[in-house]
């Protein structure tokens, strides 16, 4: 029987497996790193009952019931007003460009038809392109306002009905998921594909052992850089035509802002992307460490880009950390384009982060590159 199985052979066997895990240091790094961040992610960072958004109450009056109604909301927790603005439409520039959740309108007679017991209204609008991270907050106005002026003003029994809270949900409505999941899927699926396809760039041509071939060419590194990732970009294009058709047809996803826009800023993500995906390549000795390295980069990109979560629900810390993924930008933008009909000036910021990837991940890939040529 001992030459059919030996427990003498399975260590040694098992002891060489453990030497090979050892000296894979990426891979080992990744069974250790991969299960402690979804821990701290999914324990800390996840929350789908975001408080303290950025509003802004648009006050024709500061009577003392106005104030009385904005401290109470700011009481709940949920709403944090940040601006104050004199007019509508400065309010809407703030909504569309995602610096508000809500817009709180206050008309200049609100005291009055207080005093007079004559309905007051208060207009409050909400940004529902992500109907989870408005719903708790929407839920507390009625009895919030009512209560405050009910202290306000000394009546011991008010009812929520003595004040008329008028909600608009803007830009979804109905509050349809999809709206905020599909356009949300088109930055997804591109970083899954973009990232992992080039992240196998160089380590590809080194297991091949055509690697050789390529540095003997008579071309630069930047040269090999873009022959390497701009056919992806056309891989990219027609991802794009797909998931945007399908949009449409299958959810009926409105398609509110410009198709150049749009497109524009999708050309600028999946170059940040093929050129993160070739930067990742120049660090991996492996194709398997390549796809290693590009999960690690997916799954903190999905959970803290708000995609799947809130991105305000999250604490201070974890919105930092989502602020250096593209995904985190390229979903503001596109949100805002499609949903909001938003202009350029809008989204300019986050476009121009976007941008600044690009040239951050090209000297990265370029720098790296250079270093394998030793």
């Known amino acids: 029987m001992s030459g059919l ?17 050892r000296r894979d240091r990426i891979t080992f790094a990744m069974m250790l790193a991969v299960p402690l961040m979804q821990l701290v992610l999914f324990g800390y960072a996840i929350n789908n009952d975001p408080k303290a958004l950025p509003a802004a ?21 949920y709403y944090r007003f940040d601006h104050v603005v004199r007019t509508v439409e400065e309010g809407e520039r703030l909504m569309a460009s995602g610096a508000v959740v809500f817009l709180v309108t206050i008309p200049s007679d609100f005291a009055r038809r207080v005093d007079r017991d004559d309905d007051p209204t208060i207009l ?3 940004d529902a392109t992500d109907p989870a991270a408005a719903s708790g907050a929407i839920s507390t106005l009625g009895t919030v306002a009512a209560s405050a002026l009910a202290r306000e003003s000394g009546t011991v029994n008010a009812r929520p009905s003595d004040i008329e809270i ?19 899927l088109l930055g997804v699926i591109l970083q899954m594909t973009m990232v992992m396809m080039t992240s196998i760039a160089l380590t590809r041509e080194s297991e091949r052992g055509t690697m050789e071939n390529l540095l003997a ?23 794009v035509a797909v998931v945007l058709t399908a949009a449409r047809l299958l959810f009926g996803i409105p398609f509110i802002g410009s198709v150049g826009l749009l497109l524009s800023a999708v050309l600028i993500f999946v170059f940040a992307l093929v050129l993160l995906g070739y930067t990742i390549s120049t660090i991996a000795r492996t194709q398997m460490q390549a796809l290693q390295l590009t999960f690690f ?6 959970l803290l880009s ?21 995904l985190t930008h390229f979903l503001r933008v596109i949100r805002a384009v499609m949903l909001k009909g938003a202009e350029f000036s809008a989204v300019a910021f986050e476009t121009g982060i976007l941008a600044a990837f690009v040239l951050i991940y090209s000297a990265v890939a370029l720098t790296r590159f250079r270093r394998t040529l030793d």
Request: proline share 8%; charged share 15%; glycine share 8%.
């Open 306 to 326: 708000g995609f799947m979560f809130p991105f305000r629900g999250m604490p201070d810390w974890a919105q930092w950390i989502g602020e250096v993924f593209p």
């Open 5 to 21: 199985f030996s427990f003498t052979r399975l260590g040694a066997l098992l002891v060489k497996e453990f030497i090979q895990m």
């Open 217 to 239: 060419m008579p071309a630069s590194p930047i040269e090999i850089m873009l022959g390497k990732v701009l056919p992806y970009l056309i891989v990219g294009a027609v991802q």
């Open 124 to 126: 409050i609008e909400a």
């Open 57 to 77: 109450v648009v006050a024709t009056s500061q009577d003392r019931y106005t104030r009385a109604v904005i401290s109470a909301l700011e009481i709940t927790g």
């Open 166 to 184: 008028v909600v608009h949900r803007r830009y979804n409505p109905e509050g349809i998921s999809q709206y905020n999941i599909v356009p949300g």
């Open 297 to 302: 980069f997916f799954l903190p990109s999905i």
